[in-house]
Nanobody, 118 residues
Framework: QVQLVESGGGLVQPGGTLRLSCAAS????????MGWYRQAPGKQRELVAT???????TYSDSVKGRFTVSRDNAKNTVTLQMNSLKPDDTAVYYC????????????WGQGTQVTVSS
């Protein structure tokens, strides 16, 4: 079993910054992909940013140039630096990890609220 523990999030004014972190622990062989998704009220969960274990990032068009995803493979952590936040970024942010241990399994964190409002 694998646990994803998130930290960060909160309330910030438009134009502000926040940093989200997620640590994976448990039975982990390797983590081919790790990153963040978000879900706003009344909307489907969507990809924000992910990074492969080789350091290749993927960003949604809505956050390119504002958000930066990074990983520490040795610690099985992923971080999302969010700059120039907009009210449309308000959502619950979920850490996501594809973990290989005998087989490939996708895990989710419990979610952390990000609210951008003046």
């Amino acid at each position: 079993q694998v646990q994803l523990v998130e930290s960060g999030g909160g309330l910030v004014q438009p134009g502000g910054t926040l940093r989200l972190s997620c640590a994976a622990s448990g039975s982990i062989g390797s983590v081919p992909n790790m990153g963040w998704y978000r879900q706003a009220p009344g909307k489907q969960r969507e990809l924000v940013a992910t990074m492969t274990k080789f350091g290749t990032p993927t960003y949604s068009d809505s956050v390119k140039g504002r958000f930066t995803v990074s990983r520490d493979n040795a610690k099985n952590t992923v971080t999302l630096q969010m700059n120039s936040l907009k009210p449309d970024d308000t959502a619950v942010y979920y850490c996501n990890a594809q973990v290989f241990h005998v087989s490939l399994t996708t895990y989710w964190g419990q979610g952390t609220q990000v609210t951008v409002s003046s």
